[in-house]
């Protein structure tokens, strides 16, 4: 899960993200403000990757502000500027800002700065991961699941208590987020590969710790099934049959 903050006072420019980042599941906004306090101490406490700032007198000294914020947040987040003129550019290159967005905004020069923000914060940093349904959110924990099953464009999470809760999402769209222990073993199934007890090349199957699960693979997804497969196998031993 990935949280942003926005810093801004421009109502259009705050619904355009919001607009945009709708369509990255990762993405979870977690406030906005233009007041500098508030929006500190928001960062500071909630620890966001990714800041929309809006360096256009929204508050005194957005770069002070930067820099400050790094004193004390060893997590510095991914801040992106924006402005309605391009004279700062150097000024938000030498202050570690990541990217620079024009006003006005518009949904593709947002869209490309989201995709590089993808691109730069790991994956496999992600311990949760959350299910968007309206107002409702649910957090699930990725090293409390099981595995994965598509069915038509929903999605079923097998959980490690016995649960299954649905998403309103394709498989390829979780598929995407997951951290690198996931794999992908079939049109229908992730596997978390740390519940994986047992794979069986002639049945085509793998077992899952809890509940024996009976996970199916295609050859689709062999070298998927490889590499877990080597990544469990560091100490193998012959059984004699």
């Known amino acids: 899960m990935r949280n942003y903050f926005i810093i801004d006072k421009n109502p259009q420019a705050i619904e355009n993200i919001k607009n945009v980042l709708e369509d990255y599941y990762e993405f979870n906004c977690i406030g906005v403000s233009n007041d500098y306090n508030c929006a500190m101490n928001t960062i500071l406490k909630e620890t966001p ?15 002070k502000f930067t820099q400050e914020l790094n004193l004390f947040n060893a997590d510095f987040p991914v801040f992106i500027a924006i402005s309605s003129s391009k004279e700062k550019v150097y000024e938000v290159i030498k202050n570690g800002f990541f990217d620079f967005l024009l006003n006005p905004l518009t949904e593709l020069e947002i869209r490309k700065a989201v995709l590089k ?13 959350c299910l968007k349904s309206y107002k409702d959110y649910q957090y699930l924990k990725t090293d409390e699941i099981l595995f994965l099953k598509a069915d038509n464009n929903t999605t079923d999470f097998y959980m490690n208590d016995g649960n299954i809760i649905s998403a309103y999402k394709t498989l390829k769209t979780f598929q995407e987020i997951l951290p690198n222990n996931f794999h992908r073993i079939h049109k229908s199934y992730i596997i978390n590969k740390n519940f994986v007890s047992r794979i069986q090349y002639g049945k085509y199957t793998c077992t899952i710790k809890r509940n024996s699960y009976e996970v199916p693979f295609t050859k689709t997804y062999i070298n998927n099934i490889e590499s877990m497969n080597k990544d469990l196998s560091e100490y193998s031993y012959q059984s004699l049959n």
Do not use: A, E, G, H
């Not at 800041?51 to 508050?59: A, K, M």
């Not at 923000?117 to 991961?129: A, C, D, F």
């Open 49 to 63: 990757d990714l800041v929309f700032f809006n360096i256009d007198n929204v508050i005194d000294n957005p770069f």
């Open 117 to 129: 923000v993808l691109k730069k914060i790991p994956v496999q940093s992600r311990k949760n991961i």
